[in-house]
Nanobody
Framework: EQLVESGGGSVQEGGSLNLSCKIT????????VSWFRQPPGKEREGVSC????????YYGVSVRGRFSVSRDTAKSTLDLQMTNLKAEDTAMYYC???????????????????????WGQGTQVTVSS
């Protein structure tokens, strides 16, 4: 199994970035596929999570209305469109697939269920003010 993120970079506040995660070697049916981030010196937080099967989504409070998550089942990719970026969005962004089948994007994103997951290596997003 492998998760490979791409699309990070540096932008100014108000700008946009699109992240993508290519997932191979996993049967994703029933699983939640997610974007997490970890700002410098802070705890990891759920950004957006989506049920691979139902497309049900959850967004962290701080990104609602600015970020949009989608998945492409044919390509096995998870995408995150980020708009109106703010300095506080600066973080390492990670793609993740839960190991247990809860199919609850809200619970996985809010870290209320087992966080054992497959993780990518991360992609850096830096937003300058």
């Amino acid at each position: 199994e492998q998760l490979v993120e791409s699309g990070g970079g540096s932008v100014q506040e108000g700008g946009s970035l699109n992240l993508s995660c290519k997932i191979t070697g996993l049967n994703l049916d029933g699983h939640v596929v997610s974007w997490f981030r970890q700002p410098p010196g802070k705890e990891r937080e759920g950004v957006s999570c989506i049920s691979w099967s139902s497309k049900s989504t959850y967004y962290g409070v701080s990104v609602r209305g600015r970020f949009s998550v989608s998945r492409d089942t044919a390509k096995s990719t998870l995408d995150l469109q980020m708009t109106n970026l703010k300095a506080e969005d600066t973080a390492m962004y990670y793609c993740a697939v839960d190991r247990e089948i809860f199919d609850r994007p809200d619970l996985f994103c809010r870290q209320l269920v087992n966080q054992d997951a497959y993780w990518g290596q991360g992609t850096q997003v830096t937003v300058s003010s």
